[in-house]
Structure formats: structure tokens, C-alpha cells
């Protein structure tokens, strides 16, 4: 059985990588459709099996698997090996990255229809499906590594993929710099690991990690730090990068640069929630460590809090939603470091759902808008494009955590944890993640009113052309937004409540947030009823609220704000600064410093002081004797020679 | 071994014999067939490398393949050649790398040709030399012979500014080996023998193995080179044809770290401890200030020469760290991993630096120019050299999945175990390898098509991507499955660790 599994297993990794390769390398020789065909098929049997996994994993409760495929080496006695684990959590993640994958895949016929790299870019979303599953279904550091730089890769290539276009290219150099960061964090991260376990396994890392809780090591000469603070916080840096936390979140808003399937599919459904996933993968560790989940606890606060805020100044709809992934990712971040690891995933799950289809419904009214994105040009579409229109109301509705829909579980869930959480800076968190709901649904029906209501102020050219997008686009639409909206009641009880999560994700008694919570769990509708009486419902339901008065009923008030709001806004403009100070300080400070080290280092000091000074001393002596210089080189050879056994006779008589 | 050919005198003699042959052929108007002979020389010999690894015992930390003739027996100096899982790698490397560069210089070289190949079988055969030789006068003599057809390379092929790059380059590298020949004539003196076994059981005074070390120290840091002698190697890159660049890069700054591992750590194993802060003091300045100077450079070439200095870094920092481990740790464990490290990103270094100075030959040949801002948009009209381009600039960046990515990795973990601010400062490079070649990659291939030559730009032919396929498969395999590399030298160090473990006071 093991063995069976073993080679299904594979061949979820692989349907894709096959997928790829063919569309890649043989690009020239297969039509477009070929191509399509390809990739969609190994990412179907992927998406196939996957729900295979997940009825043995999870529904019929199979052994989690744990096995190598091969080893990569072997140094100074440690093995490193590519395997999998398969268990609860990585059963769910393959099954939202193949079918979220899938959708994008069947959706990029319609939405590159027209693009000449048609098939190039087949091939990328197909070999970042393969990418993110050995993420997910790696056992061990290395191989971990070895996706999260993977995906990264194939993020900087669809981010770039339209390389002509100069934000494009510069966007895509400052996604894989800004994630550079992180992983510098990271594998130092790795490194304290394999120093201290001596494995990068993660089995044997998680069974001999209590026994390390209260090692104490010395970065800095004579301060000692507990070693488990040390690792969690060097591993969280990774995910700050990926998952982009304040501050390493800058890249992920100049991302949208990228062709949309791929932000739907890459950065805001799989690629970015790495990070998040790697620290529930992590649990057994970070539960050793009250300082790293502080630290976890409080970047996610502020970036779900501050993200979420300058979604309101945008005109861009992916930039709206882009911001909102942020935000998001700022509440699942929030979750781990309450300790409510399934909270976190769970929102990721519904979110992959619910922000993969409101990416989609953004292409879509892109598609039908000819590429424009603006919505301050847009308005009353939803007669055009009925389909969109209602799932991207889902999407809104989901992503606002309205009840019933499968944001709402996720949503309230982490609010309540954090609200139950002891862990120090909880309290700023539940702060953060309150107003952030109203601002959630203040920004995203902002968006929703501009774009499909009010009068429309699209010229008249746009408007005779605007109809609904083909199938192939509005298909991935309806299927995702299926789950956007039941995956939350379906889930929330055995993912937050039961047994789901068993063996997977670790979280000490005295933390255990989410344990309390079930306690009062009566079942999802009991949920919802409850959710009727916080104050979360209510501030979503203001946001929307006063989204609706702001922008349709006196579109006048917001002018009016921005005018008298200076300061404020030229902040929020500015992104807070963050850019500027990459720009002028980080990128600009390295470059000066590099024409320093090399003018004033290689060529004055070394160059010009030392070697050439030496030369100008031999020049002058050569002079003396120049008169045997012959000028051909065989005789300063024949010379050497000589000269060689000359000195060796020196020596030897 | 149990092979009955002399495989080593085979590798360093057929080039050697064979390129004399195709300046023989050449003088004339055989051109084509000097071309032919010398590709047939260069595969035969790639040919006669590969029982070098099938028939190598990994099991074993002995010298396998040896051969010993005694040479002038005056001075106990022998013909003494054999390779240990250390060398042999080399060997096969540089077999490897001069039927590229054989290629490579195809149609591109029309100036006497035939004396272009012939330079680079004969560089080929001493390069064996000197990774085979177990005789320190044989080693020497290979090394500084190695020079002359290098400087000829440079010399008559090379760019505008070729004379003062070759004496620069030879006044450097001469300058460091003179004190080389000093100290193994001193220990002659002490062994009797030039033995380099003999003179690894030799013991030495502390103040004897310091002034050997440093001497040693003066000869291969030129060549590997490290901080502050490293200055020659952009100009000498810029200067050179593609052909030297690739053999320089790919080959020569390997020899220098080899010297460590054959001669300065085991010759000297207390010099080695005591000097090793100034060692690793040294390498992180090369990874961290050569990358900073690495980002600002506007020629490509000179791009690529500050990158191979910056990863060169990671050699020598894996050779260095082991003391550092059994002070912090009280255990070798994990200093194994540094050397190992070490000699896989030298392997490694050896073909992403091929093909990144291929790359470079590619665009040069057809626009003459190395200036980054000559081009832009280059993929518009060059997809598949694109790809390969990305391909190659990626592992420069140390992307897992590459070969790049395995020795900096295994370097990293190791410096880990001896100081957090040594794995800080190495791991840096993620970040500025990253900046410095996708910064390059996006101004020149990125973009509109910036001007009428690169509109007028022809992909890559049947030739060009023959040679970049073929590293390109090295590259990912080795990073996929650097096992077998692994395999064959792990005995090997582990011997190396085991000898300079013991102090020779």
C-alpha cells in the first residue's frame, strides 16, 4: 500500500513537470492547443488524485506517509533527501493548489488567448504547479528550500513575462530581490536547524525539539538567546518575504504587473500562503517559543491592519485586490501567532477559494474592459457581464466575512482566537483585526460599487465593445465560487474543532486558543448565529455601508477628504514610504557602495597605488636592461625555463 | 588501477602531443583540418578521462592511477602522477571544458586558428598535470609551464588592452609562485624528497609551517585570487577571447584552490589553524565587497570576473572553517560539509562560469561589444539564447535546482557551525549574487529592443546551442543529483580532515 501511494505520490509532482517540459522545450513544435491540452491534462490528474489523497488521508483517516524518493547526498554523515510527507495538512494543500491550479489553467485559454507566448506561459503556471506541490509535500528543510525558491523563480518569470514592459521587468527583479531577503533569513534558519538536530528531517527535528526548548545560544557575544527563538524568528523572516509581511511586502502590489491568471493562481491562492503554511508545518517549534509568536503575532497585526488601509486609496482593481491579499495575509499570519495554526490554514484554504475567484472576476471585467484597469473608468458593468458580476459578489461577500459564506468561519474564527489568546501583543492584534474588517469591506466594496454600479464612465468605444467573457473564463468563475461559499460551513467544524488536523500541527495546552473556542462549538449554523451577535458583522456591515454612501450616493465627500486630509493622504500615496526607502536608500546605498569598494578599493588603493606602483618600479628597472628584451615571447619562455633549472641548481649545488 | 593504460599520463600527454600535431597541420591552408584533429584530440581525451570515473574506487583515500618514474634522480625528483577523489573531479572537469572551448572558438577565431586550438590542448594537458602531479618539482614545473600558453592566449587573441593585461597577469601569478619553488625546495631539503605525500608526513617547526603557509598563500591566492590580489582577473577576462575567459574562470582559478587542499592544509596544518581568521577574513571580503563592486560594473565581462572572485569566496572559505568548528563545537562535525562545499562550488563554478563567459561570447560575437548598455530587449530576437541565458544567470544567483545553489549551500551550513556572523556574511550573497546578475539579466535581455543591432541580432546556431545544452544539462544535473560528485570524494576529504586534525608539533 505504501508503495502504491508512493507512486501516486509522484505522480501528482510530476503530471505537471511533464506538462511543463513538453510546453516548454517542445514549444516549437506542438500548436497552442496541444499545448493547452498538455498541461491542463497533468495538472487534471494531479487535481484528480489529489482529492484521491485527501479521501485516504483525511475521510478514510490513512497513515500519513513519510518516505524518501532519493537521496540527493550525503555529507559529513547527514542525508539529504528528497521525500514526501504526506499527512492531513499537506493532503489540503494539494488539494486547493491542483484545483485552484486547474481553474487557472482552464481560465488562461481564454485570458492569453491573444498573447504569442501563449504556450511559454502554459509551461510557467504548469512548472509552478509542480513547484508548489514539492513545497507542500516536502519532508524535510532542504526540499522545502528547494520549492520556496522554485515558486519564486517561476513568480519572477510571470511577473516579467510581458518583458517588454519596463514596470513589468522592474517589478519582477524586485519580487525576486525583496524574496531574497527572506530567504537569506531563511536558510540561516536551516542552518541553526541542521547545527543543532543534525538532521533537516523534519520528523527528527519536531520529536527532538522539546528536548531544545531551553537551549540558549549566543549570536551576539556574551547575550544569550533561547536557541528556539533564534530558529523560529530566522524561519519567519522566509515567510515575511513569501507570504509579504511588513516589510518585506513591497514586491507583492508591483506584482500585479504579472498577467492576472497568475495572480490569482500564484499571488494571492498558493505561493504567497507558503509562508503561512510553513509555520504551521513548523508548530512543533514555534510552540517552544512565546518570543517568536509574539513577533508573528505583531507583524501580522500591522500588516493586516495598515495593508488593508491603503486598498482604499487605490484605482487599480488588481492593486484593490492585491492590497487585500496583503491584508489577508496579514489575518492568517495574525492566527499563527495566537497559536491558532488551523485558524491560519483554514483561512487560507477559503481564501485560495474566494481571492483566486475575485482575481478571476478582475480579469474577467479587464478582459471585457480591453485591458483597461482603472475603475475610476469603469461603473454599471453588471449589465454587461452578468456572470462576473454575481461571483465576483460572492468573492466580496466571502472575502468581507459575511455570514454564511466561507470567509465568515475563517474570519471569525481568528478574531475569537485572537481575542481568547494570551500571547503577549494579542491585544494590539484584536485591535488590528477589527478595524481591519471594516476596512476590508469598506475597500472591497468601494471597488465592487465603482466597478459594476453607478453611472458608467467608460468611453463610448469600451462600451459597445463591453459583453460578457467566453466560458472558458466564466466556468473557473462559477466552479470557485462553489467553494467560496460552502468550503467554509463544510470545513469549520473537524478543521478548527476535530481530529482534521491530528499529528499535523502541534499547539501546546496552555496556548491552545482554539480548543477553548470548541468548547462553545455547536456546529456551523450555531456558528453563524453566534456570529450575529460580535461586533465584527457589524463593522463589515458598516464598511459596506459606508462604501455604498461614500461612493454612490455623495461621490462628492470622498474628493472633499482627500483635499483636506494632506499629510494623511501623501502618506498613504507614498505606501507609507516603504518604496522610497528601498529606492533611495537600499538599492541606491548598495550601488554607491559598490562604486566606492571598486573606484577608490580596486583601482586607486590596489590598482593604482600597489600593483601599478610596483610595475612603474620594474618599468624603471627593466629600463636599465632592456637591451636583452627580444620582444619574442619563445625567448622569455626559453628564459623561464633557464632561469627555472638555474635557481633549482642554486639550490641543490 | 586495475585499468592497464596509463589513463593520467594519457590525459596530460595525448593534448599536449595533439596540439603540437594541430600546429603542425595548421601552418598552412589546412585550417579545417586543424579544426577537425584538434576537436578528435579534445573528445579522445575527454574519451580517456571517463575511467577515471568509473574505475575510481570512492571506498578508498589512497592515490589511485598512479604512476611512478623516476625523473632526475639526482634530486629524488620523479615522474609521479595519481589522482585521490579530490583531484580526479578536476581532471574530468578541465577534459570536459576544453572540448567546449574547443567549439566554441570554432568559426569565431580566423586568426590563425590552428594556433588558437593548439594553445588550449596544450594548456589542457598541463591543467591535468597539475591536478594529477604528486611530485612537487613535477607540480611546479606544470604550473608555471601553464603560463605560457595562457599568456599567447591573451596575448595575440586578445582585446585592445591585452598588453597590459598579460603582464599584469604574469607579474601577479609569477610573482606568487616564485615563493612557491622556494618553499618546496626548503622542504626538500627537510624530506629528501619531492614527494607531495612525503611532504604531507613532514614535520615542521610552527614558524617553518607560517613561512611555508605564507609563500604557498602568495601563489594561490593570485590565482584563485582573493582579495587584495585578485585585480588582475577582470582585466585578464576582459582582455582574453571567450576561449580564455572560459578556461581562465573554468579551469585556472581551480588550481589555486586545489594548492590549498594538496599542499597548504596538509603540508601545514598549524600554520592553517593559526592563520585561519586572515583566511576567512579574506573570503568574506570577497563574497560581500566583490559582490558590491560586482553590482556597479558596466562591462559584462568584468561582471562575470567579479562574480567568480565573489564565489571563489565560498571555496575558500569551506577550506578554512574547519578549526574554527572544533573550537566552537568541540567536534569536526561539520567540517566536512565546508570542504566538501567547497569542492562542489568549484566543480559548479566551473561550468555556470563556462557558460556565463560563453553567453557573453555569444553577444560579443555578433554586436562586438561587452558593454551593458550596448543592448537591451535582447530576448525580442534571440528567445533561446534568452532562456539559456536566464538558465545560467540563475545558477550564478545559487538557485536550487542548480549546481549553483549545492556548494553554497553545504559552505553556508558548515560556516553556520563555526560563527553565526560567518554563515551572515556568506549567505549575504543570496541576496547580492541575486541583485548583481538580475540586474544584468533584466538591462540586457529585458525590454524593448534598444537599438538597431540588437533588432539585427541572429538567435543562437546549431554550434551555440550544442555547447549550451550540454552545460546546461551539467548544470541541473549536478543540481538535482549532486550524489555521484559527492560519492567519489567524501573519503577523500575525510582523510584530508582526518590529517590536518593532528597538529605536527
Given at each position: 500500500?505504501?508503495?502504491?501511494?508512493?507512486?501516486?505520490y509522484?505522480?501528482?509532482?510530476?503530471?505537471?513537470?511533464?506538462?511543463?517540459?513538453v510546453?516548454?522545450?517542445?514549444?516549437?513544435?506542438?500548436?497552442?492547443?496541444?499545448?493547452?491540452?498538455?498541461?491542463?491534462?497533468?495538472?487534471?490528474?494531479?487535481?484528480?488524485?489529489?482529492?484521491?489523497?485527501?479521501?485516504?488521508?483525511?475521510?478514510?483517516?490513512?497513515?500519513?506517509?513519510?518516505?524518501?524518493?532519493?537521496?540527493?547526498?550525503?555529507?559529513?554523515?547527514?542525508?539529504?533527501?528528497?521525500?514526501?510527507?504526506v499527512?492531513?495538512?499537506?493532503?489540503m494543500?494539494?488539494?486547493?493548489?491542483?484545483?485552484?491550479?486547474?481553474?487557472?489553467?482552464?481560465?488562461?485559454?481564454?485570458?492569453?488567448?491573444d498573447?504569442?507566448?501563449?504556450?511559454?506561459?502554459?509551461?510557467?503556471?504548469?512548472?509552478?504547479?509542480?513547484?508548489?506541490?514539492?513545497?507542500?509535500?516536502?519532508?524535510?528543510?532542504?526540499?522545502?528550500?528547494?520549492?520556496?525558491?522554485?515558486?519564486?523563480?517561476?513568480?519572477?518569470?510571470?511577473?516579467?513575462?510581458?518583458?517588454?514592459?519596463?514596470?513589468?521587468?522592474?517589478?519582477?527583479?524586485?519580487?525576486?530581490?525583496?524574496n531574497?531577503?527572506?530567504?537569506?533569513?531563511?536558510?540561516?534558519?536551516?542552518?541553526?536547524?541542521?547545527?543543532?538536530?543534525?538532521s533537516?528531517?523534519?520528523?527528527?527535528?519536531?520529536?527532538?525539539?522539546?528536548?531544545?526548548?531551553d537551549?540558549?545560544?549566543?549570536?551576539?557575544?556574551?547575550?544569550?538567546?533561547?536557541?528556539?527563538?533564534?530558529?523560529?524568528?530566522?524561519l519567519?523572516?522566509?515567510?515575511?518575504?513569501k507570504?509579504?509581511?511588513?516589510?518585506l511586502?513591497?514586491?507583492?502590489?508591483?506584482?500585479?504587473?504579472?498577467?492576472t491568471?497568475?495572480?490569482?493562481?500564484?499571488?494571492?491562492?498558493?505561493?504567497v500562503?507558503?509562508?503561512?503554511?510553513?509555520?504551521?508545518?513548523?508548530?512543533?517549534?514555534?510552540?517552544?517559543?512565546?518570543t517568536?509568536?509574539?513577533?508573528?503575532?505583531?507583524?501580522?497585526?500591522?500588516t493586516?491592519?495598515?495593508?488593508?488601509?491603503?486598498?482604499?486609496?487605490?484605482?487599480?482593481?488588481?492593486?484593490?485586490?492585491?492590497?487585500?491579499?496583503?491584508?489577508q495575509?496579514?489575518?492568517?499570519?495574525?492566527?499563527l501567532?495566537?497559536?491558532?495554526?488551523?485558524?491560519?490554514?483554514?483561512?487560507?484554504?477559503?481564501?485560495?477559494?474566494?481571492?483566486?475567484?475575485?482575481?478571476?472576476?478582475a480579469?474577467?471585467?479587464?478582459?471585457?474592459?480591453?485591458?483597461?484597469?482603472?475603475?475610476?473608468?469603469?461603473?454599471?458593468?453588471?449589465?454587461?457581464?452578468?456572470?462576473?458580476?454575481?461571483?465576483?459578489?460572492?468573492?466580496?461577500?466571502?472575502?468581507?466575512?459575511?455570514?454564511?459564506?466561507?470567509?465568515?468561519?475563517?474570519?471569525?474564527?481568528?478574531?475569537?482566537?485572537?481575542?481568547?489568546?494570551q500571547?503577549?501583543?494579542?491585544?494590539?492584534?484584536?485591535?488590528?483585526?477589527?478595524?481591519?474588517?471594516?476596512?476590508?469591506?469598506?475597500?472591497?466594496?468601494?471597488?465592487?460599487?465603482?466597478?459594476?454600479?453607478?453611472?458608467?464612465?467608460?468611453?463610448?468605444?469600451?462600451?459597445?465593445?463591453?459583453?460578457?467573457?467566453?466560458?472558458?473564463?466564466?466556468?473557473?468563475?462559477?466552479?470557485?465560487?462553489?467553494?467560496?461559499?460552502?468550503?467554509?460551513?463544510?470545513?469549520?467544524?473537524?478543521?478548527?474543532?476535530?481530529?482534521?488536523?491530528?499529528?499535523?500541527?502541534f499547539?501546546?495546552?496552555?496556548?491552545?486558543?482554539?480548543?477553548?473556542?470548541?468548547?462553545?462549538?455547536?456546529?456551523?449554523?450555531?456558528f453563524?448565529?453566534?456570529?450575529?451577535?460580535?461586533?465584527?458583522l457589524?463593522?463589515?456591515?458598516?464598511g459596506?455601508?459606508?462604501a455604498?454612501?461614500?461612493?454612490?450616493?455623495?461621490?462628492?465627500i470622498?474628493?472633499?477628504?482627500?483635499?483636506?486630509?494632506?499629510v494623511?493622504?501623501t502618506?498613504?500615496?507614498?505606501?507609507?514610504?516603504f518604496?522610497?526607502?528601498?529606492?533611495?536608500?537600499?538599492?541606491?546605498?548598495?550601488?554607491?557602495?559598490?562604486?566606492?569598494?571598486?573606484?577608490?578599493g580596486?583601482?586607486?588603493?590596489?590598482?593604482?597605488?600597489?600593483v601599478?606602483?610596483?610595475a612603474?618600479?620594474?618599468?624603471?628597472?627593466?629600463?636599465?636592461?632592456?637591451?636583452?628584451?627580444?620582444?619574442?615571447?619563445?625567448h622569455?619562455?626559453?628564459?623561464?625555463?633557464v632561469?627555472?633549472?638555474?635557481?633549482?641548481?642554486?639550490?641543490?649545488? | 588501477?586495475?585499468?592497464?593504460?596509463?589513463?593520467?599520463?594519457?590525459?596530460?600527454?595525448?593534448?599536449?602531443?595533439?596540439?603540437?600535431?594541430?600546429?603542425?597541420i595548421?601552418?598552412?591552408?589546412?585550417?579545417?583540418?586543424?579544426?577537425?584533429?584538434?576537436?578528435l584530440?579534445?573528445?579522445?581525451?575527454?574519451?580517456?578521462?571517463?575511467?577515471?570515473?568509473?574505475?575510481?574506487?570512492?571506498?578508498?583515500?589512497?592515490?589511485?592511477?598512479?604512476?611512478l618514474?623516476p625523473?632526475?634522480?639526482?634530486?629524488?625528483?620523479?615522474?609521479?602522477?595519481g589522482?585521490?577523489?579530490?583531484?580526479?573531479?578536476?581532471?574530468?572537469?578541465?577534459?570536459?571544458?576544453?572540448?567546449?572551448?574547443?567549439?566554441?572558438?570554432?568559426?569565431?577565431?580566423q586568426?590563425?586558428?590552428?594556433?588558437?586550438?593548439?594553445?588550449?590542448?596544450?594548456?589542457?594537458?598541463?591543467?591535468?598535470?597539475?591536478?594529477a602531479?604528486?611530485d612537487?618539482?613535477?607540480?611546479?614545473?606544470?604550473?608555471?609551464a601553464?603560463l605560457?600558453?595562457?599568456?599567447?592566449?591573451?596575448?595575440?587573441?586578445?582585446?585592445?588592452?591585452?598588453?597590459?593585461?598579460?603582464?599584469?597577469?604574469?607579474l601577479?601569478?609569477?610573482?606568487?609562485?616564485?615563493?612557491?619553488?622556494?618553499?618546496?625546495?626548503?622542504?626538500?631539503?627537510?624530506?629528501?624528497?619531492?614527494?607531495i605525500?612525503?611532504?604531507?608526513?613532514?614535520?615542521?617547526g610552527?614558524?617553518?609551517?607560517?613561512?611555508?603557509?605564507?609563500?604557498?598563500?602568495?601563489?594561490?591566492?593570485?590565482?584563485?585570487?582573493?582579495?587584495?590580489?585578485?585585480?588582475?582577473?577582470?582585466?585578464?577576462h576582459?582582455?582574453?577571447?571567450?576561449?580564455?575567459?572560459?578556461?581562465?574562470?573554468?579551469?585556472?582559478?581551480?588550481?589555486?584552490?586545489?594548492?590549498?587542499?594538496?599542499?597548504?592544509?596538509?603540508i601545514?596544518?598549524?600554520?592553517?589553524?593559526?592563520?585561519?581568521?586572515?583566511?576567512?577574513?579574506?573570503?568574506?571580503?570577497?563574497?560581500?565587497?566583490?559582490?558590491?563592486?560586482?553590482?556597479?560594473?558596466?562591462?559584462?565581462?568584468?561582471?562575470i570576473?567579479?562574480?567568480s572572485?565573489?564565489h571563489?569566496?565560498?571555496?575558500?572559505?569551506?577550506?578554512?572553517?574547519?578549526?574554527?568548528?572544533?573550537?566552537n563545537?568541540?567536534?569536526?562535525?561539520?567540517?566536512?560539509?565546508g570542504?566538501?562545499?567547497?569542492?562542489?562550488?568549484m566543480?559548479?563554478?566551473?561550468?555556470?562560469?563556462?557558460?556565463?563567459?560563453?553567453?557573453?561570447?555569444?553577444?560579443?560575437?555578433?554586436?562586438?561589444s561587452r558593454?551593458?548598455?550596448?543592448?537591451?530587449?535582447?530576448?525580442?530576437?534571440?528567445?533561446?539564447?534568452?532562456?539559456?541565458?536566464?538558465?545560467?544567470?540563475?545558477?550564478?544567483?545559487?538557485?536550487?535546482?542548480?549546481?549553483?545553489?549545492?556548494?553554497?549551500?553545504?559552505?553556508?551550513?558548515?560556516?553556520?557551525?563555526?560563527?553565526?556572523w560567518?554563515?551572515?556574511?556568506?549567505a549575504?550573497?543570496?541576496?547580492?549574487?541575486?541583485a548583481?546578475?538580475?540586474?544584468?539579466?533584466?538591462?540586457?535581455?529585458?525590454?524593448?529592443?534598444?537599438?538597431?543591432?540588437?533588432?539585427?541580432?541572429?538567435?543562437?546556431?546549431?554550434?551555440?546551442?550544442?555547447i549550451?545544452?550540454?552545460?546546461?544539462?551539467?548544470?541541473?544535473?549536478?543540481?538535482?543529483?549532486?550524489?555521484?560528485?559527492?560519492?567519489?570524494?567524501s573519503?577523500?576529504?575525510?582523510?584530508?580532515?582526518?590529517?590536518?586534525?593532528?597538529s605536527?608539533?
Amino acid at each position: 500500500m505504501a508503495d502504491n501511494m508512493q507512486n501516486i505520490y509522484l505522480t501528482v509532482a510530476l503530471a505537471p513537470l511533464v506538462g511543463a517540459i513538453v510546453a516548454g522545450l517542445f514549444g516549437r513544435f506542438i500548436s497552442r492547443s496541444v499545448a493547452h491540452t498538455v498541461t491542463i491534462a497533468g495538472v487534471a490528474v494531479s487535481a484528480a488524485l489529489s482529492l484521491y489523497v485527501f479521501k485516504h488521508i483525511v475521510i478514510d483517516g490513512g497513515e500519513p506517509f513519510n518516505g524518501a524518493v532519493y537521496t540527493w547526498m550525503v555529507s559529513d554523515g547527514v542525508r539529504f533527501e528528497v521525500g514526501f510527507l504526506v499527512d492531513s495538512l499537506t493532503a489540503m494543500m494539494m488539494v486547493v493548489v491542483t484545483w485552484v491550479s486547474l481553474m487557472v489553467h482552464i481560465y488562461t485559454i481564454g485570458y492569453m488567448h491573444d498573447d504569442p507566448g501563449y504556450k511559454r506561459f502554459f509551461s510557467y503556471i504548469s512548472l509552478f504547479t509542480f513547484s508548489m506541490l514539492m513545497l507542500v509535500m516536502s519532508n524535510n528543510f532542504m526540499q522545502l528550500f528547494f520549492g520556496w525558491e522554485a515558486v519564486g523563480l517561476v513568480s519572477y518569470l510571470l511577473i516579467g513575462f510581458w518583458y517588454k514592459r519596463p514596470t513589468a521587468i522592474f517589478a519582477n527583479l524586485k519580487a525576486f530581490l525583496v524574496n531574497r531577503v527572506g530567504d537569506f533569513g531563511f536558510l540561516l534558519g536551516i542552518a541553526a536547524v541542521l547545527m543543532y538536530f543534525n538532521s533537516l528531517d523534519y520528523a527528527d527535528v519536531f520529536s527532538a525539539a522539546p528536548m531544545m526548548a531551553d537551549m540558549t545560544i549566543q549570536v551576539i557575544p556574551g547575550v544569550e538567546w533561547s536557541l528556539m527563538t533564534v530558529i523560529c524568528i530566522l524561519l519567519f523572516i522566509g515567510a515575511m518575504g513569501k507570504s509579504a509581511q511588513v516589510p518585506l511586502h513591497v514586491w507583492l502590489p508591483d506584482s500585479m504587473e504579472g498577467p492576472t491568471p497568475i495572480s490569482a493562481l500564484i499571488h494571492a491562492a498558493t505561493m504567497v500562503t507558503a509562508g503561512i503554511f510553513m509555520v504551521a508545518r513548523m508548530s512543533p517549534l514555534y510552540e517552544l517559543s512565546t518570543t517568536a509568536l509574539t513577533v508573528v503575532l505583531v507583524v501580522g497585526s500591522i500588516t493586516a491592519l495598515f495593508m488593508g488601509i491603503l486598498g482604499i486609496i487605490q484605482n487599480d482593481i488588481k492593486r484593490v485586490v492585491a492590497y487585500s491579499t496583503l491584508s489577508q495575509l496579514g489575518y492568517m499570519t495574525v492566527a499563527l501567532g495566537a497559536s491558532a495554526y488551523a485558524a491560519g490554514v483554514f483561512h487560507l484554504m477559503t481564501h485560495a477559494f474566494f481571492k483566486a475567484l475575485l482575481f478571476l472576476a478582475a480579469g474577467s471585467v479587464i478582459i471585457g474592459m480591453h485591458h483597461e484597469q482603472d475603475i475610476r473608468k469603469m461603473g454599471g458593468i453588471k449589465k454587461y457581464m452578468p456572470i462576473t458580476y454575481w461571483t465576483m459578489l460572492i468573492g466580496s461577500l466571502a472575502l468581507i466575512g459575511f455570514p454564511g459564506f466561507a470567509g465568515f468561519f475563517s474570519k471569525d474564527a481568528i478574531i475569537e482566537a485572537v481575542h481568547l489568546s494570551q500571547t503577549p501583543g494579542a491585544g494590539f492584534a484584536y485591535f488590528a483585526v477589527l478595524v481591519g474588517v471594516f476596512i476590508t469591506a469598506f475597500y472591497s466594496f468601494r471597488m465592487f460599487f465603482l466597478v459594476f454600479h453607478g453611472e458608467e464612465r467608460m468611453d463610448k468605444h469600451a462600451r459597445e465593445h463591453l459583453h460578457e467573457t467566453p466560458w472558458v473564463v466564466t466556468g473557473p468563475l462559477i466552479a470557485l465560487a462553489v467553494p467560496s461559499v460552502v468550503v467554509g460551513a463544510i470545513f469549520i467544524g473537524p478543521m478548527l474543532f476535530g481530529d482534521f488536523f491530528n499529528g499535523a500541527i502541534f499547539v501546546s495546552p496552555e496556548r491552545d486558543v482554539l480548543g477553548k473556542l470548541g468548547e462553545n462549538f455547536h456546529g456551523w449554523f450555531a456558528f453563524i448565529l453566534h456570529g450575529l451577535a460580535t461586533p465584527a458583522l457589524y463593522l463589515a456591515m458598516a464598511g459596506v455601508g459606508a462604501a455604498w454612501f461614500l461612493y454612490m450616493k455623495r461621490p462628492d465627500i470622498p474628493e472633499m477628504i482627500k483635499a483636506r486630509a494632506g499629510v494623511v493622504y501623501t502618506v498613504l500615496e507614498h505606501k507609507y514610504g516603504f518604496d522610497d526607502f528601498n529606492d533611495k536608500v537600499v538599492a541606491a546605498g548598495s550601488r554607491a557602495l559598490g562604486r566606492l569598494l571598486w573606484q577608490v578599493g580596486d583601482v586607486k588603493l590596489i590598482d593604482g597605488f600597489v600593483v601599478n606602483g610596483t610595475a612603474k618600479g620594474v618599468g624603471w628597472l627593466s629600463a636599465v636592461i632592456k637591451h636583452i628584451q627580444t620582444g619574442f615571447l619563445y625567448h622569455y619562455a626559453f628564459a623561464m625555463f633557464v632561469g627555472l633549472f638555474a635557481l633549482i641548481a642554486l639550490f641543490v649545488f | 588501477m586495475s585499468s592497464e593504460l596509463p589513463l593520467l599520463s594519457l590525459v596530460v600527454w595525448t593534448p599536449i602531443i595533439g596540439g603540437l600535431l594541430v600546429l603542425a597541420i595548421g601552418s598552412g591552408k589546412h585550417v579545417l583540418e586543424a579544426r577537425v584533429v584538434a576537436l578528435l584530440v579534445a573528445l579522445l581525451t575527454f574519451a580517456i578521462s571517463i575511467p577515471l570515473y568509473v574505475q575510481f574506487d570512492s571506498n578508498s583515500f589512497q592515490m589511485q592511477f598512479v604512476e611512478l618514474y623516476p625523473w632526475i634522480e639526482r634530486f629524488n625528483i620523479n615522474y609521479h602522477l595519481g589522482v585521490d577523489g579530490i583531484s580526479m573531479p578536476l581532471v574530468i572537469l578541465t577534459t570536459f571544458t576544453t572540448v567546449l572551448v574547443i567549439l566554441a572558438g570554432w568559426e569565431v577565431i580566423q586568426y590563425k586558428p590552428a594556433q588558437y586550438m593548439a594553445a588550449f590542448l596544450i594548456m589542457e594537458g598541463l591543467m591535468n598535470g597539475v591536478f594529477a602531479a604528486l611530485d612537487g618539482m613535477l607540480f611546479y614545473v606544470f604550473w608555471e609551464a601553464l603560463l605560457i600558453p595562457m599568456f599567447v592566449v591573451i596575448g595575440i587573441w586578445g582585446g585592445p588592452r591585452r598588453v597590459y593585461a598579460t603582464i599584469k597577469f604574469f607579474l601577479y601569478t609569477f610573482l606568487g609562485s616564485v615563493f612557491m619553488l622556494v618553499s618546496l625546495i626548503y622542504m626538500y631539503f627537510q624530506a629528501d624528497s619531492f614527494a607531495i605525500l612525503d611532504f604531507h608526513a613532514l614535520k615542521l617547526g610552527l614558524t617553518a609551517q607560517i613561512l611555508i603557509f605564507l609563500a604557498f598563500l602568495l601563489a594561490f591566492a593570485v590565482k584563485v585570487p582573493m582579495w587584495p590580489v585578485h585585480t588582475w582577473l577582470p582585466d585578464a577576462h576582459v582582455e582574453a577571447p571567450t576561449g580564455g575567459s572560459v578556461i581562465l574562470a573554468a579551469i585556472m582559478l581551480k588550481l589555486g584552490a586545489y594548492g590549498f587542499l594538496r599542499f597548504s592544509l596538509p603540508i601545514t596544518p598549524d600554520a592553517s589553524h593559526e592563520l585561519d581568521w586572515l583566511m576567512i577574513t579574506l573570503s568574506l571580503i570577497a563574497v560581500v565587497y566583490i559582490g558590491f563592486v560586482a553590482l556597479v560594473q558596466k562591462d559584462m565581462k568584468k561582471l562575470i570576473a567579479y562574480s567568480s572572485i565573489s564565489h571563489m569566496g565560498f571555496v575558500t572559505l569551506g577550506f578554512f572553517i574547519a578549526f574554527t568548528i572544533f573550537e566552537n563545537t568541540g567536534s569536526w562535525n561539520g567540517a566536512a560539509m565546508g570542504i566538501e562545499g567547497a569542492i562542489v562550488q568549484m566543480i559548479s563554478h566551473g561550468f555556470i562560469s563556462a557558460a556565463m563567459f560563453l553567453c557573453i561570447g555569444v553577444l560579443y560575437d555578433r554586436i562586438h561589444s561587452r558593454e551593458i548598455s550596448a543592448y537591451g530587449g535582447v530576448t525580442n530576437t534571440m528567445p533561446t539564447f534568452a532562456a539559456f541565458a536566464v538558465l545560467f544567470a540563475m545558477a550564478n544567483a545559487g538557485l536550487p535546482g542548480t549546481s549553483g545553489f549545492v556548494g553554497e549551500f553545504m559552505v553556508i551550513l558548515s560556516a553556520f557551525k563555526a560563527n553565526f556572523w560567518f554563515a551572515f556574511l556568506a549567505a549575504l550573497t543570496l541576496i547580492i549574487g541575486a541583485a548583481y546578475t538580475l540586474w544584468m539579466v533584466k538591462r540586457v535581455f529585458f525590454g524593448e529592443v534598444a537599438n538597431e543591432n540588437v533588432a539585427a541580432l541572429k538567435d543562437i546556431n546549431a554550434r551555440e546551442f550544442i555547447i549550451l545544452t550540454v552545460l546546461a544539462v551539467a548544470v541541473l544535473f549536478f543540481g538535482i543529483y549532486p550524489a555521484p560528485l559527492l560519492d567519489v570524494m567524501s573519503v577523500s576529504v575525510q582523510h584530508l580532515l582526518e590529517h590536518i586534525a593532528q597538529s605536527k608539533l
